[in-house]
Each structure stands twice: as C-alpha cells, then as structure tokens.
C-alpha cells in the first residue's frame, strides 16, 4: 500500500516525497492508521525499521496546524542523539506544515532550548534530565499535551531514567494519546506500559532478537595478541564505505583510532568522554564521508542512522547479546546492504554461545585469507582485564605495501572452506536539517561493560542484497539528557 493511502494529509505526503520514501515499512503501515485514530500503541520495534516516521507521520497530521500556546506532543528519548535525529525528522516530514519542533536535551546551555519553548512550540523531543529541569523552573508546563511518545523506553531503563520517566507521565494531562516504542518488553517495562497506556494495540516488528536480513555477519577467531593486527587486515581487505568499529572500552576506542590513523585510515571517535563538539563533529565528518571508519563505545550501538555504513566491526565482543543486534543493527538499514564481522578470541566460547542463543541462529566462523594467523603480532595486544586494547606503537605498515585500503573484494573463508565475497557499500546520504526552530544537537553516552568469552559455530550469513535507499540521513545514540 502506498503512502498516499494511509490518510495523511497533503503537506506530509510532500514530506515524505521529499525524504526520498517511496513505500511504507511494515510498522509504518500498521501504525500510521493506529495512531491517527486517536489509540495506544506499543510497539516492539528496533530503531531501522521506520519507527520514527510510523509516529511522526500521524502525530504531524493529528496536531494540523502550529498552535503558540505550550507543547501538544513530547517525545521522551534516552540520548541525545537521538532526540536531535528525531527532532531532524520531525522537522524533515513536517518541512510543509507550520508546525514546531523543539529539542531539549543536556549537554548543552538553557538559553536556546528555554527561548525556543517559550515562544510556542508544538513538539517537544527531549531527555528525561533536561527536561525535568525545565519542568522544575516552570519554563515548560504539559497541561495542553495530547500526545505523549515514550520511545526506546528500554533504554531509557537501562539508563537509570525510571524515576524520571515515571515522574513525567504523572505530569501529563490524563486524556491523552500514548505511543510507547520498546525493542524488548521485560516485566518492568511492561508495568510501566500498564501504568501509562490504555487498551492500547500491540505491534510487534523487527524484534530486538532478529538480525536484520539485509547483514551478512560472521565471527573472527584470533589470538588475544593478534587482535589489532586482524582488525587493520579486514578494513584492508574488505571494500568498505564506511566501517564502524566498536570498542568495549572508551580508553580501548581512543587506543584503537590512534592506531588505525597511523594505518592511514581516516578515523573519527565517539563515546562519553568526548565533547559534545566533539561527539558533532565526528558524527557528522562520519556521515559526510570525512571519517571513513568510526570508533565508538556502545553509546553508539542503538539507534544511529548514518547512510552508508556498509560494515560493523566489533573489535570487542559486545557485553551482552542484546547489543550485538543492536551493533550490527547500525549497517543495512533500511535498504541497504551491510556486512559486520566480529572479533574474538578464545576465551570468548560463553559470550558467542550466549549471542547465537539469543538471535536464535549460529554465526559463521571464518578465517581471513591471506592473513598470517601464526606470525608475531605486529601490534601485540595485551590480555584483557586492562581494557581490551591493543598495545604498541608506530603505524601499521600493510603487507601488501601501498598505504590506503585496496579497492575491491575481501578474502573471508569459512574456517577451512570456501570464498566468500563483501558486498554491502552504502550510498552516503547526509542528513538536512529542518527549516523551523534549531538545529540537531548532540550528546553523550554511558560507559562500556565488560564481559569475556569463546565458541564455535557455522551458519550461512544471514544476507540478502537489497536496493539501496535514497534519502536523507542523520545521526544518533544514547545517554542522559
Ligand atoms: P528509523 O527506524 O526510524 O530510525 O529509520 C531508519 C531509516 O530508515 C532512516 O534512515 C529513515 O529515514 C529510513 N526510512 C524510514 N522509513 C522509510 C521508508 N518508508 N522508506 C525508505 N526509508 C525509510
């Protein structure tokens, strides 16, 4: 069924010509009539599957016309980022509307954000902590809300942000719509669900648990001490876009873009020690293409939208295996076609277990051709505990001579058996801005966990070549606001 056909008005359907969509995703098309019929909505649904549009899109058509008085909508985020790429998107569906859409999130000063609310705005979209700094001066008042959306709600748990969640669903008025969007429903998410929604309809789609069909994934066994070696030998042998690395550690994700810089890589970082100018600027030059591999702590697992990212690469195994989906949910998606490798040592049978018990599928193992698995580590890397980092100096220097990545084919078997090529390469959208108020602002994320482990394992990758998406892009993630 096509956009036209959902009941949304005109101006929206312009907007969303203007995105570049074509069709709706499958929980756009169930949530769209949902939500501009007025009722509840959980949605269990992982970011990349359209989420965003599935509530904008209605909720921009149920508020009609920008209104001066206090906000009609609030739109609760974990993070930063991704209140900004919600904001974006707000802003990209509703360019033809007259409606407003503010930010509000920590990181940075009140001055913007308070003159923005109190001139009249219509949209909200903020982190929990700003907000009830706002809510506690008087600046920001949600008696005229009628529409509440309390997204990635598991995470906003997992942030610590319970007590401030609950305490803002009090200060809305009773009669209202509630949108709640959660990758998983554990029990105390759904008491919260009870405590907020009304006979609300359920939707199930992309479950947190699923990887995303259009990415091919498959395990990197290595020794502890040749780990980095591995990563500098899959970006050279692998035709990337652009490649996101992830590191367990903060202290790991500088190691690591240090040395892949003096491999001649082009490198951005992110995680929660970082500036907020800085976290902007590294996901931008990333979505521009300045940066073609970026090194983020799990703050970047959820949730960040960059066009393009045509390979993941855990260089740490992921703490749990519900961020392995997540992180490797940062590449084909929507469209597009991703590749994620994962590196792991021997230790790490438990952890790998765990991560195919939870996916419900095994994930290949194989072995990079071409790669001395037996010669001395020429960055050796110390045992875990430290962080997980790998030590030593000086640049890199590629067997194959020459000093950036080869253009073409990466040589992946299958522990003793067959080729196997890369496919994914991403087109590299960059993200707009909206004309009204503001523009996205960034922020910060939690720290790493840590976890160890090893195992076995074969499985056809889990890929399927799909079009590429046009579009705009923008960036994302996760921490306090
Ligand atoms: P989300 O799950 O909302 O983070 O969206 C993931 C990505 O899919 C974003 O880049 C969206 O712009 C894109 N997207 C959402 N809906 C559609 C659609 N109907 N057609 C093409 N791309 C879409």
Redesign the pocket.
């Known amino acids: 069924m096509p956009f036209s056909k959902l009941g949304l008005p005109p101006a929206l359907l312009n907007g969303v010509k203007a995105?570049?969509?074509?069709?709706?995703?499958p929980i756009?098309l169930r949530a769209i009539p949902v939500v501009l019929g007025g009722g509840d909505l959980i949605g269990s649904?992982?970011?990349?599957?359209?989420?965003?549009?599935?509530f904008a899109l209605p909720v921009l058509a149920r508020l009609g016309k920008h209104e001066a008085r206090g906000p009609r909508v609030l739109v609760l985020e974990p993070t930063r980022e991704l209140a900004a790429?919600v904001e974006t998107?707000f802003r990209d569906f509703g360019r033809f509307t007259d409606l407003r859409a503010t930010v509000v999130h920590g990181g940075v000063g009140y001055g913007r954000q308070r003159s923005e609310i109190q001139s009249g705005t219509d949209i909200v979209i903020a982190t929990p902590g700003r907000l009830m700094d706002f809510l506690q001066e008087g600046t920001l008042r949600l008696d005229g809300l009628k529409i509440l959306i309390l997204d990635e709600v598991d995470r906003m748990l997992d942030m610590g942000f319970v007590k401030d969640v609950k305490k803002i669903i009090a200060k809305c008025p009773r009669e209202r719509q509630t949108l709640f969007f959660s990758a998983t429903i554990p029990p105390e998410i759904a008491d919260i669900a009870a405590f907020a929604l009304r006979n609300p309809t359920r939707i199930e789609i992309g479950i947190a648990r699923t990887v995303n069909q259009s990415v091919s994934h498959a395990i990197y066994p290595v020794s502890m001490g040749k780990k980095f070696d591995l990563l500098v030998a899959l970006l050279e042998k692998t035709d990337f876009h652009s490649c996101l690395v992830f590191s367990r550690t903060k202290h790991g994700a500088d190691k690591i873009a240090r040395k892949l810089k003096s491999a001649n890589h082009s490198v951005a970082v992110l995680h929660a020690n970082r500036s907020q100018s800085q976290r902007v600027e590294a996901l931008e030059g990333f979505k521009s293409g300045k940066y073609e591999v970026m090194v983020a702590t799990d703050i970047a697992a959820r949730?960040i939208?960059v066009?393009g990212v045509s390979h993941v690469i855990n260089y740490d195994i992921p703490a749990n295996p519900e961020d392995y989906v997540h992180r490797i949910g940062r590449t084909g998606?929507?469209?597009a076609v991703g590749e994620a490798f994962t590196i792991t040592t021997p230790d790490q049978a438990n952890d790998i277990r765990d991560i195919e018990r939870f996916i419900g599928q095994k994930v290949p193992q194989l072995k990079l051709d071409g790669f001395d698995y037996h010669a001395a580590p020429t960055f050796p890397v110390n045992a875990p505990q430290a962080s997980h980092q790998p030590h030593g100096q000086g640049g890199y220097r590629p067997n194959s001579g020459g000093g950036g990545r080869p253009s073409h084919s990466s040589q992946h078997r299958r522990d003793g058996g067959a080729g196997r090529s890369t496919g994914g390469k991403g087109s590299g959208g960059q993200g707009n801005g909206g004309q009204r108020i503001g523009a996205p602002r960034y922020q910060d994320g939690p720290a790493p966990a840590s976890g160890s482990t090893q195992g076995g394992g074969h499985a056809g990758p889990a890929s399927q070549p799909a079009p590429q998406?046009g579009?705009?892009?923008?960036g994302?993630w996760r921490r306090r606001g």
Do not use: I
């Open positions: 995105m570049g969509y074509v069709d709706p995703t756009q649904a992982q970011t990349g599957t359209g989420k965003t549009a599935a790429q998107a949730g939208d066009a998606r929507a469209a998406r579009g705009l892009s923008r994302t």
